[in-house]
C-alpha cells in the first residue's frame, strides 16, 4: 500500500537552507521512498518524540516523520543534520516544533 506524504513548511524551510543542492536532492528522494512500507524503514523515536521515526539521509541528515495508517498519511516534522549536544540538532528543532503545537 502507498502513503501519501505529506511534508511540513517548516521541513521544507530547513531542506531549503541546506546549501548543498545535491544534498537537498538526496533528502527530498529519500522522503519519497517513505511511501512504500515506511513502518520498516525508520527507527522508532523516544521520550520527547515518541510516536515519530527517523530515517537516515544524505549522510548525518535525518528525517523525522510520523505515520498515520488510518489515513495512509506520513507526516513529514523535520530534516536535518545530526549534531548531537548542539541547539541546531534536528531532535532538538523537532522538539521545538512538537512544543509550539505544529504537530498534535
Known sequence: MKYR????DTCLRL???I??????RSILDRI???????EKQGK???KDLSGF???HAAGRYRIIYKIDKRT???????AGIRKEGDKKDIYKIAKKLLDAGLMD
Open 32 to 38: 519519497q521512498k517513505l511511501s512504500d512500507e515506511p
Open 72 to 78: 495512509v498519511i506520513i507526516y513529514v516534522l523535520a
Open 15 to 17: 531542506i531549503g537552507k
Open 44 to 46: 522508532k523515536l523516544v
Open 19 to 24: 546549501p548543498d543542492k545535491k544534498i537537498q
Open 5 to 8: 506524504i505529506l511534508i511540513t
Open 53 to 55: 521515526l527517523s530515517v
